[in-house]
Each structure stands twice: as structure tokens, then as C-alpha cells.
């Protein structure tokens, strides 16, 4: 009898499918591609950067977190507000553009910021090093993911 019973049912889980999610998706990811973040990080940093040659990389795919996340990005920015400026007065310029992004979804910035005479010197992007999963220990990143609906438990 019980045979007969279990070719009528349908399981639970296919129908909850069927009709919404088991699990809404977090915030710091989407599940369409539109790569929000990304978007946002560009859009910022061409408005008050104005520069002549931008690359935006999400490297989370590097990095211990879910599939589609954008918490770990590299940016390649040259521009002519840089002339005359250290690179740490280049590398606040970006952060302070990003200020947003920083405090929230984004875990890790790394910045190249040329003039345009050094991107015609060398125009090349660093690559990043493999990830060492450092941030178990940062107290701070938990807290971030967390705001993001992250989960602190899978590393950097």
C-alpha cells in the first residue's frame, strides 16, 4: 500500500519551487547578472575620477564566498586629476568615491591609479594573489557580510 501512496505524491520541495524560492538570494548578489555593485563602482568613479581609461574587475569568484557575490573587486584607473598627487592622495581619491560600497558590500579594493603619462609607459593590470582566506579572524568583515546577508563562515 504505502508504494501505491507515494506514486500520487509530489514532493515538497518541487512544488515550494514551483511557487517562490526556499531561499531568498542576499543582497550582495544577483541572481539576473546585473552585477549592481560593479555597476555602481564604475559609474562613481567615472563621474568623479573623469578618467581616460577605467577597468573594474570582480574578483569574488576568487575568493571563498557564493557564486555571484561582489564583495572583492580591482580597479584599474587612469586619470589626469592624479598629476601632481602621492599615491596615497590617489588611492583616498578612489576610496572616497567608493566610500559607500566600502562601508557596505565590498570586502577587499585593490587600486592601481596612473597619470596618463604612466598608462602610456606601462599599461598593464596587476594580477591579484590567491586568496589566503585571511578574514576569518577580522571581526569587521563578519559584520559586513552579515549587513549583506553573508555568511561570515566562508572566509575571504
Known sequence: MFPRLLRFA???STR???TRPLMPRPPHMDPEGRRPVEQSIRTKLSESL????????????MHAVPPGSESHFRVLVVSGRFEG???LQRHRLVNEALREELSGRVHALAIQA?????????PTLAKSPPCMGGS????TVEEKLK????????GS
Open 85 to 87: 598627487l602621492s599615491l
Open 50 to 61: 573623469c578618467p581616460d581609461h577605467l577597468e573594474v574587475h570582480n574578483e569574488s569568484h
Open 114 to 122: 596612473k597619470t596618463p603619462q604612466q598608462w602610456e609607459g606601462n
Open 136 to 139: 576569518k579572524g577580522d571581526h
Open 10 to 12: 509530489t514532493p515538497t
Open 16 to 18: 515550494l519551487t514551483l
Open 147 to 154: 549587513a549583506g546577508g553573508g555568511d561570515p563562515n566562508l
